[in-house]
């Protein structure tokens, strides 16, 4: 399957600095990502959906200006945790979406391996 | 809303037992309905996809199942290994607002036994 990779796998920052995490498609284009957020034992909770080139779509009760995402390329998100608190610490996972075609399953989403942000 | 309940309690089998685990939604049904498998500390890996009009998929020693009478999906995995003990996740792909987005539950630990 194709690979989707996340830099940094770790990050512990002090409250109020910002942090920024990326996310590849290394070895097809994804015109589509999404940026998940899980708590411990929780589900994974889908943060906002980005397109290249466009605007993300954020879920209700995710602050767009708390939580930026940059998607300028097919193959690099970007999620920005501004202002970091305590209460932001949590595990950060994104997916990218192939488009249909052979070498993919139809819908088949891609996660990355996930980062670990940790806020003192 | 969508809701999607899986077993919250652990999972404990024997090795070479059938493990079968089970994901409820509410509301309307998905067109698709996945199975992923999670490692502590890793992302979910996609294992099984299942469309509304298909009763019933197989993947090696994995199966799934969809229900959608009872708005239920069971995921078994036969003659289980240790190997097998992860978090399975069961995800519902839902259009809204002009897109697709997967909606999970919280998962199902499994832990297979020697």
């Known amino acids: 399957g194709a690979v989707v990779s996340q830099h940094p796998s770790r990050v512990i920052c002090k409250s109020g600095t910002s942090v920024k995490i990326e996310c590849r498609s290394l070895?097809?284009?994804?015109?589509?990502m999404f940026w998940y957020r899980q708590f411990p034992k929780q589900s994974l909770m889908l943060m906002a959906t980005?397109?290249?080139?466009?605007?993300?779509?954020?879920e209700q009760g995710v602050e767009k200006d708390k939580f930026l995402i940059n998607h300028a390329s097919l193959t690099l998100s970007t999620l920005t945790v501004t202002s970091a608190h305590p209460e932001d610490s949590s595990f950060y996972i994104c997916?990218?979406?192939?488009?249909?075609?052979?070498?993919?399953?139809?819908?088949?989403?891609?996660f990355g391996p996930g980062t670990r942000l940790t806020v003192l | 809303s969508q809701k999607i309940e899986q077993n919250s309690e652990a999972l404990n089998i024997q090795e070479g037992k059938t493990a079968t685990l089970t994901c409820n939604y509410t509301?309307?049904?998905?067109?698709?309905l996945q199975w992923y498998r999670q490692d502590p500390g890793r992302g979910p890996v996609f294992l099984l996809l299942?469309?509304?009009?298909?009763k019933e998929k197989r993947k090696e020693r994995l199966k799934v199942t969809f229900d959608t009478t009872h708005k239920q999906s069971l995921f078994h995995i036969t003659a289980s290994q240790p190997a097998d003990s992860a978090t399975y996740l069961c995800?519902?792909?839902?259009?809204?607002?002009?897109?697709?987005?997967?909606?999970f539950g919280a998962g199902t630990r499994l832990a297979v036994h020697p």
């Open positions: 997916s990218a979406r192939e488009p249909a075609g052979e070498k993919s399953s139809y819908n088949e989403q891609f």
């Open positions: 070895d097809f284009q994804a015109t589509t």
């Open positions: 980005s397109n290249e080139g466009s605007k993300a779509t954020y």
């Open positions: 509301n309307y049904s998905p067109a698709y």
């Open positions: 299942i469309r509304e009009n298909e």
């Open positions: 995800a519902l792909l839902m259009f809204s607002g002009g897109y697709n987005k997967l909606i």
